[in-house]
């Protein structure tokens, strides 16, 4: 089984600042990454598949890099909205899935 | 525009069979660019996949769970379903289900339900 690992577990942040959240995968997933973001009892939204693409209408300032077994995901500017939990998910061993255990963004 | 909808008991008591539906609307469950999933996330805890199903029928499942999960896709009411035997307390979880959209490089929820707490309790 692939396993992903995210860092940190949890941060806090100010308003502005830029953010950014670490994935890396037990074996090469090649771009087969995926970026979530879940809020308090809300279910996950999709931001960034295939490690580097914007899903549609997510702003542009989350973005995701990395390739092989390390990916991140930033967010260059912070908004009051974007204090959540957030996720990796590879796909590369799809139809078998795997998720990060979560980074939980707090404010500073 | 696509809404997926969980519907089931929120108590199940230990040792019995969860059942769960998802009722599709806004579009065809039948698409071939999209597998249906099932995700679990027990109170505080972060998500786990445990398992997708394609239109046809093909099944695929977390290991960790294969043996007591079965999901089936009901292509005529729009609908997929999970079943989970022998429940326990450790299977209490607010349950999602979601479309797995496929693209070049990769596979992704992009579409989830609203989610549904089924607790495991006598």
């Known amino acids: 089984d692939i396993q992903m690992t995210q860092s940190p577990s949890s941060l806090s942040a100010s308003v502005g600042d830029r953010v950014t959240i670490t994935c890396r995968a037990s074996q090469s997933i090649s771009s087969y990454l995926n970026w979530y973001q879940q809020k308090p009892g809300k279910a996950p939204k999709l931001l960034i598949y295939a490690a580097s693409s914007l899903q549609s209408g997510v702003p542009s300032r989350f973005s995701g890099s990395g390739s092989g077994t390390d990916f991140t995901l930033t967010i260059s500017s912070l908004q009051p909205e974007d204090f959540a939990t957030y996720y990796c998910?590879?796909?590369?061993?799809?139809?078998?899935?795997?998720f990060g255990q979560g980074t939980r963004l707090e404010i500073k | 525009q696509l809404q997926l909808q969980e519907s089931g008991p929120g108590l199940v008591k230990p040792s019995e069979t969860l059942s769960l539906t998802c009722t599709v609307s806004?579009?065809?469950?039948?698409?071939?660019?999209?597998?249906w999933g099932w995700i679990r996330q027990p109170p505080g805890k972060g998500l786990e996949w445990i398992g997708s199903?394609?239109?046809?029928?093909?099944?695929y499942y977390n290991p960790s769970l294969k043996s007591r999960v079965t999901i089936s896709v009901d292509t005529s009411k729009n609908q997929f379903s999970l079943k989970l035997s022998s429940v326990t307390a450790a299977d209490t979880a607010v349950y999602y289900c979601?479309?797995?959209?496929?693209?070049?490089?990769?596979?992704?929820?992009?579409?989830w339900g609203q989610g549904t707490m089924v607790t495991v309790s006598s």
């Open positions: 979601a479309r797995l959209k496929q693209w070049l490089f990769s596979n992704a929820f992009d579409i």
């Open positions: 998910q590879q796909s590369y061993s799809t139809p078998s899935i795997t």
């Open positions: 806004g579009g065809s469950i039948s698409s071939s660019s999209y597998y």
């Open positions: 199903i394609y239109y046809s029928g093909s099944t």
